[in-house]
Nanobody
């Protein structure tokens, strides 16, 4: 599976952005898809994940209620809608794909995209 994230940019606090991650290669629909981020000087952290059918979604406490993950298996794309952005959301965002047991640990995911930079100014 090859993944390519897009949609990042420079926004102001309170704005919204929608990230997309297009996948190609092996059966997209069988994977758990996740979003992670790495802020400057920090470790990569879990943001959200969604099960293969889209029935279950999980979020980091820091984004719960503001971010929404969704997927379109017909289009081989996973999205991250980010609302009420805060300066602390500034990071490079990565999408990842992993087997059914994948959760919030980066090591659980087998495939990674290159990342897209989100910068939120105050």
């Amino acid at each position: 599976v090859q993944l390519q994230a897009s949609g990042g940019g420079l926004v102001q606090a309170g704005d919204s952005l929608r990230l997309s991650c297009a996948a190609s290669g092996r059966t997209f629909g069988s994977y758990v898809l996740g979003w992670f981020r790495r802020a400057p000087g920090k470790e990569r952290e879990f943001v959200a994940s969604i099960s293969w059918a889209g029935a279950n979604a999980y979020y980091a406490d820091s984004v719960k209620g503001r971010f929404t993950i969704s997927r379109d298996n017909a289009e081989n794309t996973v999205y991250l809608q980010m609302n009420s952005l805060k300066p602390e959301d500034t990071a490079v965002y990565y999408c990842a794909a992993g087997p059914a047991y994948s959760g919030s640990y980066p090591t659980q995911y087998m495939y990674w995209g290159r990342g897209t930079l989100v910068t939120v100014s105050s």
